[in-house]
């Protein structure tokens, strides 16, 4: 028993690498590994277990490289657009100057070989550029309407008008030396900003005025206007365009000959009549008959012979209160069956602030309970004879005839 103890003591405590007695032997493992077999392997630490911080890092890492990527591959887009863009303009050029070459009727079909010598001198195209003749200079109708249509476009742009313009102005009629209208005309509507609204498409086209309303009016006839694709034709009477507040004036400086002949820059007063009287004279006659409201001369501009120019008139109800305004050019009057007519010329009523051009430029004031006679013993013009003599007014050369 002693023998077998010791053994036992000395296999736990085997002896080191000096020779000393060595440290007790540590337990042996559970499973034995057989020998020459490799070490296992440490298993894998899971994502989930790496700091935050290493995390964020890496994705960091792969934005930058990713972001990298995507400024390589749009500089090479670009520079490939470039590319692409200038091919494209050089082959416009070539085309063009293709196009340019004076083949004629004789090159039509004409083949370009790889090398012009093998083709004998002789029997080469001739590219000499061909004498073409001169075009004929544009008829004078036409030269003038487009000196018209430049003057119309000027204008309405000195005006303020920016939602209309002449496009077109054919020629100038019925002659050269005396036009009263131009056509066939195209105009252009366009909308506040700038888009286009509609067309307006006339034979002919003319101009009228109203120096007392400031309103110039553009009559279109025989043609139609277009809008979205809808075309709706013109009244039997034309389409008339108001111009309001403008200067009538500028545009007969401007345009003289597209104006009727009676509405021509001259003088509006003779001199013969005086107007403070016939005013006076012809507002007491107005006011004969006011159970229903009459009218009011409010201004005369001039008088020359049968006519009175530059007229505003009032419209008065019963108890003096105004209805209505209304300007005139012209204004004659005359007897007729009816009673007494004020015929008015080239103007336009003004009602709720709201102005409206003459239905064809004309207008009539029927005065039923007036007398003629009433008329002529006030000395009106139209009924009686001037104040003054025409030998007493040097300029005085308009006469006196009634309409």
């Known amino acids: 028993m002693p023998a077998l103890a010791l053994l036992l003591a000395a296999g736990t405590c085997a002896p080191g690498a000096d020779g000393r007695p060595g440290e007790p032997a540590a337990a042996p493992a559970q499973t034995a590994q057989p020998v020459g077999s490799a070490a296992p392997v440490a298993a894998p630490v899971p994502s989930a277990e790496l700091p935050a911080q290493d995390e964020l890092a890496a994705l960091r890492a792969t934005l930058a490289v990713r972001d990298a990527e995507i400024r390589k591959l749009k500089q090479e887009l670009s520079v490939e657009q470039l590319r692409r863009y200038e091919r494209e303009r050089q082959w416009l050029e070539y085309n063009r100057w293709l196009a340019r070459l004076p083949l004629g009727e004789a090159g039509r079909n004409l083949v370009f070989p790889l090398d012009p010598s093998l083709i004998p001198p002789e029997s080469q195209p001739s590219f000499e550029p061909q004498s073409k003749p001169a075009p004929a200079p544009p008829a004078p109708e036409v030269v003038r309407a487009a000196e018209f249509v430049s003057r119309l476009n000027a204008l309405l742009w000195s005006d303020g008008i920016r939602d209309l313009s002449v496009l077109e102005g054919g020629r100038v009629g ?230």
Request: proline share 7%; charged share 25%.
């Open 174 to 403: 019925p002659d050269l030396l005396r036009p009263a209208w131009i056509g066939p005309v195209v105009l252009r509507r366009v909308d506040g900003e700038g888009r286009l609204a509609g067309s307006l498409f006339a034979d002919r086209m003319r101009l009228e005025c109203s120096r007392a309303a400031r309103t110039v009016t553009l009559v279109l006839e025989s043609g139609y206007e277009q809008v979205e694709g809808s075309r709706t034709a013109f009244e039997p009477t034309g389409r008339r365009i108001l111009l309001p507040l403008v200067d009538p004036d500028r545009w007969l400086e401007g345009c003289p000959e597209l104006f009727a002949a009676d509405q021509q820059l001259s003088a509006r007063d003779d001199g013969l009549w005086d107007r403070a009287r016939v005013k006076q004279a012809l507002n007491q006659l107005l006011a004969a008959d006011a159970a229903g409201g009459y009218w009011q001369i409010k201004d005369i501009g001039g008088i020359r012979g049968a006519a009175l120019h530059d007229v505003q008139l009032l419209a008065l109800d019963a108890s003096g209160r105004m209805q209505r305004l209304a300007f005139c050019d012209t204004l004659t009057l005359r007897a007729s069956l009816s009673g007494v007519e004020l015929s008015l010329r080239d103007g336009a009523v003004v009602r709720d602030g709201r102005k409206a051009p003459f239905p064809e430029g004309r207008m009539r004031i029927v005065l039923p309970q007036a007398e003629a006679g009433a008329f002529r013993a006030a000395r009106i013009p139209g009924f009686a004879e001037p104040d003054l003599l025409p030998a007493l007014v040097p300029d005085a050369g308009a006469p006196t005839a009634q309409e």
